[in-house]
């Protein structure tokens, strides 16, 4: 009896109270890992979008002068619709066509990924 008073272990209630600790903690983990889904979904659907517009505008960079004018058009990737519409204005201080040798040109690209979002770069290309 003596040696049972003097054991060194861990009681019922010290154990009960260690699991209730141990499942508040993870049930906090758990709800912090829905949330980093979601930002990392979010961060690949604007990768992707900044992708897009920084395709477009290299692209008009290589276009021959006369043919950079607005455009628009849809891309649809790993499920999501993308849409990117490309606004080409001429410069403040471009004298008009067809002495022009300035245009500001912004890409926007929009997608809906349960919440509407938009991105949009500018950029401006020189004879």
Known sequence: MKNSLNSKGFTLIEVLVALVI????????????????KNNAFGGNLTEAATL????LEELRVTDWDNIVNGSNASSIRGLNYNRTWTVVLGPSSPPSPNDNEKRVTVTVDWNDGMARSISFLTVITR
């Open 22 to 37: 141990l499942a508040v903690s993870l049930l906090a983990l758990a709800g912090m890992m829905t949330t980093t889904t």
């Open 53 to 56: 517009a920084q395709d477009r």
